[in-house]
């Protein structure tokens, strides 16, 4: 009788999460679960909420300095999920202390400070990733397997969106004031939708950005939201876009149109890829309530016209984002996993940004 060799058992790793918003208790929940985990510190700097983490997860080490959380810890990753201004100099302190890390979206509040932590991830050997948890959805997963099975024939155009009915996040936060935030409503959501759009189109590059931004709401204090538990900045700042509009080209010689927007006058949450193919078209829509996500795929079977309604899989969420990243930490292949996908990212808002001020299109170098 052959017996198949005993699976190697993952080495055990550290892990420990900065920030304990909403986004770091998603990645907290996430390493809590896993079993090849020990999640052995937590930052943040609210008292309350590193007891409450830490009780319910029985997380020993609790920091409300997280350089010394880094000195004290060993850690083998750390998860940065505080505002997004604060990204790069703690994935810098913590890549240069030999930790690999996954930091929230976006990347950073610009390309230019994202490359300075590509660089830093690569100088230290280390993996430096970005949870775009939305391109973990069941509906994105299922549609990836339609365009990977080639019944749509050769992309050549996609729109995408996130645009919602009130939606504003921490509105006079760090989040509306833009040296901290790096911008608005694309920065903050249509970023998920940008990856989700090239990630479905195969990582084409974007050569040039037509963009435009608006600000209709958030400045007279309407569309806010729930989201964020950070303070209200003094003179509660609305320094950045509700709105942003780009038409981007693609090295293929396709296109991609990008709408984003935190509040806008419509009935509800619009959230949607929709992809244009030689032989099939296909389009997912999230109205913003999980598990309300549709996929429909329009091609030709046997000649006729065809409508097909894909499964949709099960999300995976930040639970499938922290799995990838320790999948990547634990593959050894650093030089894959640098933090360079990501940047490009941020390169695409940075000229997107640029167009909107100059009020013309940017070419992206590569
Ligand atoms: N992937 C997603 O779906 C998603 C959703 C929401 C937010 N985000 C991103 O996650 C990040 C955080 O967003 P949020 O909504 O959770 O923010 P938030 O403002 O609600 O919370 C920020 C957290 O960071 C902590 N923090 C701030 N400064 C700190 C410091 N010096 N040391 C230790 N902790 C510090 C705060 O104490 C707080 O716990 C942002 O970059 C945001 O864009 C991602």
Same mark, same amino acid.
């Given at each position: 009788?052959?017996? #198949?060799?005993?699976?190697?058992?993952?080495?055990?790793?550290?892990?420990?999460?900065?920030?304990?918003?909403?986004?770091?208790?998603?990645?907290? *929940?996430?390493?809590?679960?896993?079993?090849?985990?020990?999640?052995?510190?937590?930052?943040?700097?609210?008292?309350?909420?590193?007891?409450?983490?830490?009780? /319910?997860?029985?997380?020993?080490?609790?920091?409300?300095?997280?350089?010394?959380?880094?000195?004290?810890?060993?850690?083998?990753?750390?998860?940065?999920?505080?505002?997004?201004?604060?990204?790069?100099?703690?994935?810098?302190?913590?890549?240069?202390?030999?930790?690999?890390?996954?930091?929230?979206?976006?990347?950073?509040? $610009?390309?230019?400070?994202?490359?300075?932590?590509?660089?830093?991830?690569?100088?230290? &050997?280390?993996?430096?990733?970005?949870?775009?948890?939305?391109?973990?959805?069941?509906?994105?997963?299922?549609?990836?397997?339609?365009?990977? $099975?080639?019944?749509?024939?050769?992309?050549?155009?996609?729109?995408? &969106?996130?645009?919602?009915?009130?939606?504003?996040?921490?509105?006079?936060?760090?989040?509306? /004031?833009?040296? /901290?935030?790096?911008?608005?409503?694309?920065?903050?959501?249509?970023?998920?939708?940008?990856?989700?759009?090239?990630?479905?189109?195969?990582?084409? &590059?974007?050569?040039?950005? $037509?963009?435009?931004?608006?600000?209709?709401?958030?400045? /007279?204090?309407?569309?806010?939201?729930?989201?964020?538990? $950070?303070?209200?900045?003094? &003179?509660?700042?609305?320094?950045?876009?509700?709105?942003?509009?780009?038409?981007?080209?693609?090295?293929?010689?396709?296109?991609?149109?990008?709408?984003?927007?935190? #509040?806008?006058?419509?009935?509800?949450?619009?959230?949607?890829?929709?992809?244009?193919?030689?032989?099939?078209? *296909?389009?997912?829509?999230?109205?913003?309530?999980?598990?309300?996500?549709?996929?429909?795929?329009?091609?030709?079977?046997?000649?006729?016209?065809?409508?097909?309604?894909?499964?949709?899989?099960?999300?995976?969420?930040?639970?499938?984002?922290?799995?990838?990243?320790?999948?990547?930490?634990?593959?050894?292949?650093?030089?894959?996993?640098?933090?360079?996908?990501?940047?490009?990212?941020?390169?695409?808002?940075? *000229?997107?940004?640029?167009?909107?001020?100059?009020?013309?299109?940017?070419?992206?170098?590569?």
């Amino acid at each position: 009788m052959i017996s #198949a060799a005993p699976e190697q058992t993952p080495r055990r790793l550290r892990a420990a999460v900065i920030g304990l918003g909403w986004a770091g208790q998603q990645h907290v *929940a996430a390493y809590a679960a896993d079993p090849t985990v020990d999640l052995v510190a937590l930052s943040a700097m609210e008292e309350h909420l590193l007891e409450e983490f830490g009780e /319910k997860h029985q997380v020993p080490g609790r920091y409300q300095d997280w350089k010394q959380m880094l000195a004290e810890e060993e850690l083998d990753v750390v998860s940065i999920a505080t505002p997004t201004f604060l990204h790069a100099p703690m994935a810098i302190h913590a890549l240069e202390a030999g930790v690999n890390v996954l930091t929230e979206k976006p990347m950073a509040e $610009s390309g230019e400070v994202a490359a300075r932590m590509v660089e830093v991830a690569r100088r230290t &050997g280390r993996v430096l990733d970005v949870s775009f948890n939305h391109r973990q959805r069941g509906d994105v997963t299922a549609l990836k397997d339609v365009v990977d $099975s080639g019944v749509l024939g050769t992309l050549y155009y996609a729109k995408t &969106g996130w645009v919602r009915r009130q939606g504003i996040p921490g509105l006079g936060t760090w989040f509306t /004031k833009a040296e /901290k935030s790096g911008g608005g409503a694309m920065m903050d959501i249509g970023i998920h939708m940008l990856d989700m759009a090239l990630h479905l189109l195969g990582e084409p &590059g974007v050569t040039a950005a $037509s963009a435009m931004t608006h600000a209709e709401f958030g400045p /007279k204090g309407r569309g806010g939201s729930g989201f964020g538990i $950070s303070q209200v900045e003094e &003179g509660a700042p609305f320094e950045v876009e509700d709105l942003a509009t780009a038409f981007l080209r693609l090295d293929t010689g396709g296109t991609l149109l990008l709408e984003s927007s935190w #509040a806008q006058w419509i009935p509800e949450d619009l959230c949607y890829v929709t992809l244009y193919g030689s032989d099939g078209g *296909a389009t997912i829509e999230w109205g913003g309530t999980p598990g309300n996500q549709t996929i429909t795929v329009w091609t030709e079977v046997a000649g006729m016209p065809a409508e097909l309604s894909p499964r949709v899989g099960p999300d995976g969420g930040h639970a499938g984002a922290v799995a990838q990243f320790l999948q990547k930490v634990r593959s050894g292949d650093v030089a894959a996993h640098d933090g360079s996908l990501p940047l490009r990212r941020a390169q695409v808002i940075d *000229a997107c940004y640029a167009s909107a001020k100059a009020g013309e299109e940017v070419t992206i170098a590569h």
